[in-house]
């Protein structure tokens, strides 16, 4: 089965960054990336890389946030935030696309904006 282990969340003061990360493990993907749900709110599309390096970005954090990943998307991603503010508060979810078990979600890791 496949695991996804996330590391970075955390609260942080506004306007400050944090890194997000998350290691795959039991099948490689073709696309991974980040979700988030905010208390009351619908989960929602952050941001996604594929293994051919496209990357999609929500509208709210586009020339904020960055997606990368350390191995074309198969095992690892990342999510580099910077100048969160208090719309970004939510429980932010690693996803995984992978060739063997199709979608899968991370447990999720709170990030918390204090103003």
């Known amino acids: 089965q496949v695991q996804l282990v996330e590391s970075g969340g955390g609260l942080v003061q506004f306007g400050g960054s944090l890194r997000l990360s998350c290691a795959a493990s039991?099948?490689?993907?073709?696309?991974m990336g980040w979700y988030r749900q905010a208390p009351g709110k619908q989960r929602e599309l952050v941001a996604v890389?594929?293994?051919?390096?496209?990357?999609?970005y929500a509208d709210s954090v586009k020339g904020r946030f960055t997606v990368s990943s350390r191995d074309n998307a198969r095992n690892t991603v990342d999510l580099q935030m910077n100048s969160l503010n208090g719309e970004d508060t939510a429980v932010y979810y690693c996803y995984a696309d992978t060739l063997r078990y199709g979608a899968r979600w991370g447990q999720g890791t709170q990030v918390t904006v204090s103003s």
């Open positions: 039991g099948s490689i993907s073709r696309i």
């Open positions: 890389i594929t293994s051919g390096g496209s990357t999609n």
